[in-house]
């Protein structure tokens, strides 16, 4: 679609290992929430032809998300308190996915611009879809056969909290309090 159109672009929405060839998520679906592929606005018609596309035997794939975050304050009354507290929060999942075979089915050919709007055209929902925001249409899927996965979550929390002041004008008392909490959860799960 030309850029000088009010109408949002339109996606193609890629493949992943965790759908069902005959499943609610079918090539062709018409979705606005990648979020939830399950859920089609419409079905692109006509649908060109699904052919297969090249595969894995026996294998392995893992992905690794990290997050982390750090936070201090220091504050000095005169040179009668001062005081000082520090947080950090950190986070890590890992998903391990096995597999004893996947295929891959695509469309022949993804549906171009041209194509999209003649089928604004013709199919209401599509177009008042654009008109609200970005449509994605599934163009393909990796069906897994045997898929295992297992996620493993790390957690780390870390906090301290320290501070000093003056008793007289010859003695200071100062203190220091830490703390540190952190785990580790792994979840299997096995699908044919």
């Known amino acids: 679609m030309p850029a000088s159109t009010k ?3 339109f996606y193609l929405r890629a493949p992943d ?3 069902r060839l005959n499943g609610p998520i079918k090539i062709g679906n018409v979705i606005t929430d990648m979020t939830l592929p399950q859920d089609p606005i419409t079905f692109l018609d006509p649908l060109p032809k699904i052919i297969p596309g090249s595969g894995y035997s026996k294998g392995k794939t893992e992905s690794m998300h990290h997050a982390s975050a ?3 304050l220091s504050a000095k009354l005169y040179d009668l308190f001062g005081g000082q507290a520090e947080a ?21 050919k993804n549906p171009t611009a041209a194509d999209a709007k003649k089928f604004r055209e013709k199919d209401d929902e599509f177009k008042n879809a654009l008109l609200n925001g970005p449509v994605y249409i599934i163009t393909g ?3 897994a056969k045997g898929l295992r996965y297992s996620n493993q979550r790390a957690n780390e929390h870390k906090a301290a909290l320290s501070g000093g002041g003056h008793v007289t004008q010859e003695a200071i008392v100062e203190g220091r309090l830490e703390g540190e909490l952190g785990g580790e959860n792994t979840g299997r799960q096995v699908r044919e």
Do not use: M
């Not at 950090?88 to 022949?108: C, G, H, M």
């Open 7 to 9: 109408d949002r672009k």
């Open 17 to 19: 290992l965790e759908f």
């Open 70 to 72: 750090n936070a201090g």
């Open 141 to 143: 899927l990796k069906i």
């Open 88 to 108: 950090k929060t950190s986070s890590s999942l890992k998903t391990i996915y096995a597999f004893d075979k996947v295929s891959a089915w695509y469309l022949e």
